[in-house]
């Protein structure tokens, strides 16, 4: 069989292998030269060295080999993934190398938002099971912080929105981290602004923000990606700053809002979690102090009626001591008999008792305390030896306890003391950095009072030229008709008062000249602006 095709073709052209490869390549290429794919993404382990990636698109019943191109790869917004469906779009052409067709990736999106919610939610599953979700990793919110840090971009109205209800409610000081919250690095510069704010040091020259706010606008699920990404969950987790995150708008969920400390549903309500209201605030601290003061009066008051109804219930002293003086008069009147009765029986019973006492007697009883006297003190010599030993094990024992409870009641101690100091300091830090800024404030208003005093002054007229005309009551004379001929006046200027006597009497102001009709009309003077006191960059 095959000798008989070979005599039947004898004319076929030969190609070698590399000629055929060419031959297909191009066949394909021009059949297929730009192409849009959907399917799974299955074989991808990252990069390589090289930088390309190399993977293949398979549905139920095909695979296809993909590759993409180191440059292509770095300006992706969406990054492959292994198990995600995506729509790949590129040029389909053949490798000679192996014989196989790929297609050449440009341009790589996900198919659906269903893809992006299903690669969310495993990525939601891998974070929550590592512990970044749990509530015991949250801080509480400083109640009034002094420096708050904002993360987002400076040229958008969240920042304008944020600053405004800060300075409604609570002005405080903000530093502001700008970065990109959507597109190509922007979960990056996210997570290097949240790492970056808790890098600063306590005392250094830029203060480190007591709260963060990480916010953005509102945006569809690709716009707000950049929140979703495991650097900037891991960078807000790992914040030893209070963060809030205020991504999008109420209904708009980001892996952000689990790991963050308090999520805020727009920036604006973020910066209302940030601080009280001012004036709230101060009415509460006064009403509590009336009602403080009101109490104090009602206690005093209280013990005040207790004290006088006690008082009028207790007797009188000659009441209270009327019983006792009766019975002290009838023990007197009755303490000469019983004295000498007394005296009768205790005769009696020594005249018995010195009747029974004879030396025989005597004698006897001497020795028989005698004896009892030895048995005694031997038995009290071995009962105090017993006792001895005895105490002596006791106080070994409470000794040895005492040390221990000793050396654990000093390490107790100087835990303590250190916790006490590194809190004196803190708050003594506090008072200082509060007492520099009231410092301060006072000095700009009083500079700023000084200024409007000197502005608003008469004696800068007088420099000009202009004198101030005074009565001899001292009245400042105003018009020309309140000065009679004759009257004393006092003319003050600027370097010094005369006195002057009015000699004539008052003439009507001179008439203004006519307006010339063919006359060119004069330029109206320039207005006066007066320059707003500096205000300060936002940023």
Not at 42 to 59: E, I, P, Q, V, W
Not at 90 to 102: F, I, M, R, V
Not at 134 to 154: H, M, N, W
Request: with cysteine; charged share 25%; hydrophobic share 40%.
């Amino acid at each position: 069989m095959p000798a008989d095709s070979a005599q039947i073709l004898p004319n076929s052209p030969e190609f070698t292998v590399t000629e055929l490869s060419s031959a297909l390549k191009r066949t394909v290429e021009d059949q297929f030269g730009h192409v849009r794919v959907r399917g799974e993404i299955t074989g991808f382990r990252g990069a390589h060295s090289s930088g390309h990636c190399y993977f293949a698109l398979k549905d139920e019943k095909a695979k296809i080999e993909a590759v993409i191109w180191r440059g292509v790869h770095g300006r992706m917004r969406f990054k492959p993934q292994e198990g995600l469906e995506v729509i790949a779009t590129g040029k389909l052409t053949t490798y000679p190398g192996s014989s196989k067709y790929q297609i050449v990736i440009e341009a790589l999106e996900p198919a659906g938002i269903g893809a992006l919610m299903a690669l969310m939610e495993e990525r939601k599953k891998k974070l929550a099971a590592e512990g970044l979700f749990d509530a015991a990793r949250k801080q509480l919110l400083p109640y009034l912080p002094e420096v708050i840090g904002v993360v987002t971009s400076p040229t958008g109205a969240v920042i304008r929105d944020i600053l405004h209800r800060l300075e409604d409610r609570f002005p405080r000081r903000v530093l502001v981290w700008p970065v990109r919250v959507q597109g190509e690095g922007s979960a990056e510069q996210v997570a290097a602004a949240i790492r970056g704010f808790n890098a600063l040091a306590e005392a250094g020259d830029i203060p480190r923000p007591d709260l963060l706010i990480v916010a953005r606008g509102g945006g569809s699920l690709e716009d707000l990606w950049s929140f979703n990404e495991e650097i900037v969950v891991r960078a807000a987790a790992d914040s030893m700053i209070p963060l809030i995150s205020a991504v999008g708008h109420e209904t708009d969920v980001t892996l952000i809002d689990f790991v963050s400390d308090r999520r805020a549903p727009t920036p604006t309500a973020a910066a209302e979690m940030a601080v009280p209201v001012r004036a709230e605030l101060f009415a509460e601290v006064s009403g509590l102090t009336r009602r403080a003061i009101l109490c104090w009066q009602r206690e005093q008051d209280r013990r005040r009626d207790t004290l006088r109804g006690l008082a009028r219930a207790l007797p009188s002293a000659t009441d209270v001591l009327a019983f006792p003086r009766q019975r002290l008069d009838a023990a007197a009147s009755a303490l000469p008999r019983a004295l000498k009765a007394s005296t009768q029986t205790h005769h009696r019973r020594f005249a018995q008792a010195a009747g029974g006492l004879t030396l025989r007697v005597l004698r006897e009883q001497i020795t028989h305390a005698r004896r009892q006297l030895g048995s005694t003190g031997a038995r009290l010599t071995h009962c105090a030896q017993a006792v001895l030993r005895h105490r002596r094990d006791s106080l070994t024992g409470l000794a040895a306890r005492f040390a221990a409870s000793r050396l654990a009641n000093a390490q107790a101690q100087r835990l303590q003391i250190a916790r006490k100091q590194e809190r004196i300091e803190r708050l003594a830090e506090r008072a200082r950095r509060a007492l520099e800024t009231t410092l301060r404030r006072d000095d700009a208003r009083i500079t700023h009072a000084g200024q409007l005093l000197s502005a608003l002054s008469y004696r800068s007229v007088l420099a000009r030229g202009f004198a101030l005309v005074r009565d001899t009551r001292g009245q400042t004379v105003r018009a020309a008709a309140a000065v009679a001929k004759g009257a004393h006046l006092s003319l003050e200027f600027a370097d010094g008062r005369i006195d002057a006597t009015a000699d004539g009497v008052p003439s009507a102001p001179p008439a203004p000249p006519p307006a010339s009709s063919p006359s060119r009309p004069s330029r109206p003077a320039a207005k006066r602006t007066t320059r707003p006191p500096d205000q300060g960059s936002l940023f």
